[in-house]
């Protein structure tokens, strides 16, 4: 399940503009600091500093 939503989470940051927020919330988490910390350690890098 997290493979999945992190899977769809890195498509969303990558070609659309929706804020990490409304992401977050779109692949199952209503605690942003929870996806934040979540997306970090699937990926190694913030969905902030993802997006640079």
Partial sequence: ITE???QKAKALLTHTDLPIQIIAEQV???DLSAFSRRFSLYFGLSPRLFLR
């Fill in 4 to 6: 999945k939503r992190m």
């Fill in 28 to 30: 199952g988490y209503n």
